[in-house]
């Protein structure tokens, strides 16, 4: 068994799959979780520790089934450090709020929100006897701090994903066993989603097209190896909002 182990939710494309790539060691286990599986991810992964799991993280049905299934993966006397990486979100609907449907609106605050908040919840419980670094990494975006119309779910669940953050990072700090409970806010990269912004038809589309063509989108896999290096960093503190 590797030393280390990286739950990574959002594998298949930008960021997340540039960190699963990144993350790719002989002393690493990576777990990916997205509803499909990237196909330079799993190439690289040849003879590595990797495991790909299928799931879609904006229904709440089986989230504690994976977790469990991942869990019964890993040989706890092997390894010295767990990493859950919270990554997966959409920005989608974009539109006013009043023409969402009721399933985009579940959908977009289980994925961005409910998800994180669950799956931090099962990782706290299920690692609490463990005697190993155990860490909880969320990525958020600036648009937690930046009402934009048009992306009232994206901006408010990550928003919300802050704040429990940093309330779970205070009460890890009570406790004798610690999680280190953090968010990255990784800045603006040139990703699928990006692209999904750009695209849509609502004010702030022009603002997402002059980022991309003044080359103010940052490239995902040095964004990765930021992060990468944050999360190792021992200058880590409870509640932390880093800004790549
Ligand atoms: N791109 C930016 O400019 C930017 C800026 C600030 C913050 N961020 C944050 O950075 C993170 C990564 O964003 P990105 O730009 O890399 O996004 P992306 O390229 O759109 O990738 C999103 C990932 O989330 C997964 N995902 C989406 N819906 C899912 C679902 N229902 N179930 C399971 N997985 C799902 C996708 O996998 P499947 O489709 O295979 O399921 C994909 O792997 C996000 O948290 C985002 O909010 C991005």
């Given at each position: 068994m590797p030393d280390h182990v990286y739950i990574i939710t959002g594998a298949s494309s930008g960021l997340g799959a540039e960190l699963s790539k990144q993350l790719l060691h002989e002393d690493n286990y990576v777990l990916c979780l997205s509803r499909t599986e990237n196909d330079d991810v799993r190439r690289q992964a040849a003879g590595h520790n990797y495991s790909f799991h299928s799931i879609d993280l904006s229904h709440m049905e089986g989230l504690n089934d994976i977790m469990q299934d991942i869990f019964a993966k890993i040989e706890l006397s092997d390894i010295e450090s767990i990493t859950l990486i919270n990554n997966a979100a959409s920005v989608s609907p974009i539109k006013d709020i009043q023409d969402c449907t009721q399933e985009e609106i579940m959908a977009n605050i289980q994925l961005n929100l409910t998800t994180p908040i669950?799956?931090?919840?099962?990782?706290?419980?299920?690692?609490?006897?463990?005697?190993?670094?155990?860490?909880?990494?969320?990525?958020?975006?600036?648009?937690?701090?930046?009402?934009?119309?048009?992306?009232?779910?994206?901006?408010?669940?990550?928003?919300?994903?802050?704040?429990?953050?940093?309330?779970?990072?205070?009460?890890?700090?009570?406790?004798?066993?610690?999680?280190?409970?953090?968010?990255?806010?990784?800045?603006?990269?040139?990703?699928?989603m990006q692209k999904i912004a750009r695209n849509s038809d609502f004010e702030l589309s022009a603002f997402f097209s002059k980022q991309k063509s003044e080359g103010n989108l940052s490239d995902p896999a040095n964004v990765a190896t930021k992060i990468i290096s944050i999360i190792n960093s021992p200058l880590i503190k409870n509640g932390d909002i880093h800004r790549v």
């Open positions: 669950m799956l931090t919840s099962n990782f706290i419980r299920r690692t609490s006897e463990w005697n190993v670094n155990r860490r909880i990494v969320s990525i958020s975006s600036g648009s937690a701090h930046y009402p934009a119309q048009g992306m009232s779910l994206y901006c408010s669940t990550k928003s919300a994903l802050n704040m429990f953050s940093q309330c779970v990072g205070l009460e890890q700090e009570r406790s004798t066993n610690e999680v280190q409970v953090f968010v990255i806010d990784p800045g603006m990269m040139d990703t699928a």
